[in-house]
Nanobody
Framework: QVQLVESGGGYVQAGASLRLSCVASGGTFSTYTMGWFRQAPGKEREFVGT???????YYADSVKGRFTISRDNAKNTVYLQMTSLKPEDTAVYYC????????????WGQGTQVTVSS
């Protein structure tokens, strides 16, 4: 069983930066593909980006060039560095893990709120 706990959300003004963290427990973190997703009020959950066990990353077009995902396997932690935040980035952000590394995310955190004011 993998448990994921996000932190780092908050209330910021447009143009600001935030770094979200997601700490994993259980299993072998270094072998997992990890993903970040978000859900805005009244909208479906959407993909933000992913990082493979190898460190390779892939991002949604809406955040490409502004958001960066990284991981520290020694700390069982994945990060989402967000810069140039926009009001449309306001959402609950979730991390998820794919232990099989096949981008099927089996485990999810509880989410952390990010609010960007204009």
């Amino acid at each position: 069983q993998v448990q994921l706990v996000e932190s780092g959300g908050g209330y910021v003004q447009a143009g600001a930066s935030l770094r979200l963290s997601c700490v994993a427990s259980g299993g072998t973190f270094s072998t997992y593909t990890m993903g970040w997703f978000r859900q805005a009020p009244g909208k479906e959950r959407e993909f933000v980006g992913t990082i493979a066990w190898s460190g390779g990353t892939y991002y949604a077009d809406s955040v490409k060039g502004r958001f960066t995902i990284s991981r520290d396997n020694a700390k069982n932690t994945v990060y989402l560095q967000m810069t140039s935040l926009k009001p449309e980035d306001t959402a609950v952000y979730y991390c998820a893990s794919s232990p099989a590394g096949n981008y099927n995310y089996d485990y999810w955190g509880q989410g952390t709120q990010v609010t960007v004011s204009s």
